[in-house]
């Protein structure tokens, strides 16, 4: 299934106890249509707050249904800050997580003097002019394999490395746009990586900066985890 969802009205994707997730609602949701409780397997595991226009996630079932019902069934009983986008039946061999080859992201920022209050949940609000061309620079020092322990939350066992494809910062209007595509990424590194970009860029300091805490491999050296409000899965490449 390809789902859209909006995060601000959830604690995350993942189950967790006495919380409201997106997983546990769609996971509900299957239940009442299969009579059956049903696990979804999923992509990437979004944090309280962040959104996603095409996350995928995939689940195992006997029912004779196909994904177009599934679809049309799934948003009739779903609250509206969910949507399955498509749904279609995929081999057995797939895994929404590992088959994924790469992950595209993308940040967004408002610099507006004032920003409108149906906005507060779905950008970062920085009260000043940003330099996109000094964004720009940074974002390509992070582009290739790097140990990326400076700007994530590693859990035991976590491997430290990832490749990011692409990483290009564009200014619209009041907006600014940030687009990351990697292989995979470390938890709160997306968010990690703006707010040091942001801080950096706000003192005027060089690129090169950047590169130096890359290779210190220290969570103190980089800056401020920006909030989720911003973040967007926008789409999983197989």
């Not at 992509?43 to 029912?63: E, P």
């Amino acid at each position: 299934m390809e789902i859209a969802y909006d995060g601000s009205h959830f604690s995350g994707w993942q189950i967790q106890p006495n919380a409201v997730t997106v997983q546990g609602v769609i996971e509900e949701s299957l239940g009442r249509i299969l009579k059956t409780q049903t696990a979804l397997r999923v992509a990437g595991r979004t944090d309280t707050g962040v959104h996603a226009i095409g996350q995928i996630a995939s689940f195992k079932t006997s029912s004779r249904m196909t994904g177009n019902q599934f679809k049309e069934a799934l948003n009739s009983v779903l609250p509206e800050r969910i949507r399955i986008v498509d749904a279609y039946e995929v081999s057995s061999e797939f895994h929404p997580r590992y088959s994924a080859k790469k992950r595209w992201y993308r940040y967004i920022i408002s610099t507006a003097p004032i920003l409108m209050p149906f906005f507060f949940n779905y950008v970062l609000w920085v009260k000043r002019r940003v330099d996109a061309t000094l964004l720009n620079e940074y974002c390509g020092r992070i582009i290739g394999q790097h140990d990326f322990r400076s700007f994530a939350t590693l859990g035991p066992g976590d491997v430290p490395y990832r490749e990011i494809y692409e990483c290009e910062c564009t200014k619209k209007n009041d907006f600014v746009l940030i687009d990351i595509t990697a292989n995979a990424f470390l938890r709160k590194m997306i968010r990690t990586l703006i707010g040091t970009f942001l801080e950096l860029e706000k003192k005027k300091k060089g690129p090169d900066r950047v590169t130096e805490i890359l290779e210190m491999h220290t969570r103190a050296e980089a800056g401020a985890t920006a909030c989720p409000a911003g973040l967007y899965l926008v789409k999983v490449f197989y």
